[in-house]
Structure formats: C-alpha cells, structure tokens
C-alpha cells in the first residue's frame, strides 16, 4: 500500500482565498482524521470520520473550516476564506480500528500571506 | 478528560548516551499509550504501544517504554542514543469519550538532539 497520501504538499496563498486539502486513507481503513501542526500549539486533532461519518469535529476553530469525506477512499478539508494565523503543516491519518495504530500522511505545509 | 504531559520541549544527550523521554497522563479510564516519531519535513511514525498486559514495551529502532499506573507515566527509553534518533518524538494517550468513541491526545512533543 501506498500509505496516506495528501496533496499537495506545499500551498501558498493569500488571505482570504479560499483552500482545499486532500487526503485519500490507506484502504480498508475506517477511520480518518485531521490534524494541524503549530509550533506555539503542537499537534492539534481538528476531526475525524468513521466510515465517512463525521464523529467529532469539536476541534475545528471555527466555521471557516469544513471537513467531508464523500466516500471511503477521499476526504478534504477547506478553509474559506483563510487567513494568516492558518499557517500551519496539517495532517491526515487513518487506522483501522479507533484504538489502533494511526499512519500518518506527509502533510501538507500551508502558508498565508 | 484525558491529558497528556511532555516534560521538557528539548532534551539533548550525547551519542551513545541513555536517552530518557518523560510521559505523563492523565485519565479516569485505562488508556492505551503510544509514542510517534517524527523526523523533519515527515508525518509521525509509530515507535511503539500499550493496550494491555506486559507493562514493558519494545519497539523499533531499540527504544522501549514502561507503563506505570501509580505513577501515571509511560517514559520512553533507549540504551545507547544514535545520531539517527534526532527527531521529534510526541506521547499520545486513547480513551473512550462520553460517546462511546475513541479521543486521541497527543502532547506537545519533545525535540531530541543528539551530540556527536
């Protein structure tokens, strides 16, 4: 398997402009979640699915963010508009089951000027 | 709720040095345990878990961690450090939430350095 894969892996963009991040999970796994990587915050989980289901997104920041997972092997998560203090490396991992083991994509580096 | 707490952002040893990563947590359930790596520009890796029975965890790349109960800790520890270990290493406790789904904490990670 491939691993999670998450694209793209840098983004620059500019306040206010809408962004969209992509994260396809390792197959057959059940679960996926977001996460957002500061150096002021740590590793913060912002959501996560169990089959596509959104089960608690009590870490978004707010409504400018939205997470969906459309079907088992796709999910996104969009910030509109965005703005600087989302600067910041986000990841998407996956597991099988919610206890288990979580694999890591590469993450993606988004910075907003 | 649970909580997880890093004891020191940097720690730095010399190579082939005892390297000694301080976890502690907090929780009103037994949790699982686990420690993640991760290396620059990288995603996390798992180093190693706990989820039931031996208290004494082996993982890869030689490191291994003890769970404690009385002492709410889950230290992580390897021998004899390696220049390869620099990374950043995060300790992350799962507990069942109030819905019956699994809350993943992770702490704010500890930059390990090592010195030639």
């Known amino acids: 398997d491939a691993g999670v894969i998450q694209s793209p892996r840098h983004e620059v963009t500019e306040m206010g402009q809408e962004v969209t991040l992509r994260c396809k999970p390792i197959?057959?796994?059940?679960?996926l979640f977001w996460y957002r990587q500061t150096m002021m915050r740590g590793l913060e989980l912002l959501i996560y699915?169990?089959?596509?289901?959104?089960?608690?997104d009590s870490g978004m920041p707010e409504d400018r963010f939205s997470a969906k997972m459309p079907n088992a092997s796709f999910s996104t998560l969009k910030i509109q508009p965005s703005e600087p203090r989302d600067s910041a490396v986000y990841f998407c991992?996956?597991?099988?089951?919610?206890?288990?083991?979580?694999?890591f994509g590469p993450g993606t580096r988004l910075t907003v000027l | 709720a649970q909580s997880v707490t890093q004891l020191g952002s940097h720690v730095s040893v010399s190579e082939g040095a005892l390297v000694l990563l301080r976890c502690n947590y907090s929780?009103?359930?037994?949790?699982?345990l686990f420690w993640y790596v991760q290396y620059p520009n990288q995603g996390l890796q798992l180093l190693l878990k706990?989820?039931?029975?031996?208290?004494l965890v082996k993982g890869i790349n030689g490191f291994e961690a003890e769970f404690k109960k009385s002492e709410t800790s889950f230290h992580l520890t390897k021998p004899s450090a390696h220049m390869s270990d620099a990374a950043e290493y995060f300790c992350?406790?799962?507990?069942?939430?109030?819905?019956?789904?699994?809350?993943?904490?992770f702490g704010i990670g500890t930059k390990l350095q090592v010195i030639p």
């Open positions: 992350a406790v799962s507990v069942p939430n109030s819905g019956g789904y699994q809350k993943v904490t």
């Open positions: 197959s057959g796994h059940d679960y």
């Open positions: 699915f169990n089959n596509n289901v959104p089960i608690d």
């Open positions: 929780s009103s359930v037994p949790p699982y």
């Open positions: 706990y989820t039931t029975g031996a208290t």
């Open positions: 991992a996956s597991s099988f089951q919610p206890r288990d083991t979580q694999y």
